[in-house]
């Protein structure tokens, strides 16, 4: 029987991804804009707290935000109302962007006219978290309804966050929800993220994320990190 030759094509799938996303990230270092991949479940707020956050840092930052989605514009119209300059990416069906989807994009977009780039990503909790996109910083937003076993079932988006953001806690008297509990759960599987607890309807709690912000948009700019 002559040799059988195997090809691992799933790792060589990863690596030409994670070869994309460092050179991503190699390019906004050197043209100094910090980018942030938003990732989330439908419905968690990702666009409303992307809007305060824009309205929060507007007059510090040149922001720009781009919505991935499998189809429609409503959110980056939703964007362009608040007067935020943003483009819509479909993903062609893709559940999430991943490093190469993520280079067109910024081809278009031209990032040297900004300093802080959001990256709306497509709504769950799996795809997202299985490619870099090569953005600075990963965040992913919690929502109180949506319960505080989400670490649990969903690890590995919670380990490769940088910041979690609990979201809606307005809304905490109408739900059963152990702040305690998912801070733990999620510092089990990632020790180094920070968890801020964050209304984006009232702002409630903002001041602690937009100072995280601020920070990192700094020291990326500075050439610290």
Known sequence: MGNVRVIDVHQSVYAVNDEIA?????????EKTFMVNLMSSPGAGKTTTLLRT?????????IGVMEADIDSSVDAEKMAAAGITSIQVHTGG???????MTMQALDEFDTKGFDLLVMENVGN???????????SRNVVILSYPEGDDKPLKYPLMFEVCHVVLINKIDTKEYFDFDDEAVVERIHERNPLAK??????????????WISWLDNNIKKWIGGTV
């Open 125 to 135: 909790l799996v795809c997202p978290a299985e490619t870099d996109t090569g953005a």
């Open 94 to 100: 893709e559940c999430a962007m991943d490093a190469h």
């Open 22 to 30: 460092a050179k991503t990230r190699a390019r906004l270092k050197e």
């Open 195 to 208: 968890v801020f607890f964050v209304s984006a309807k009232t702002g409630e709690g903002f001041e602690e």
């Open 54 to 62: 824009a309205k929060m840092l507007g007059d510090r930052y040149r």
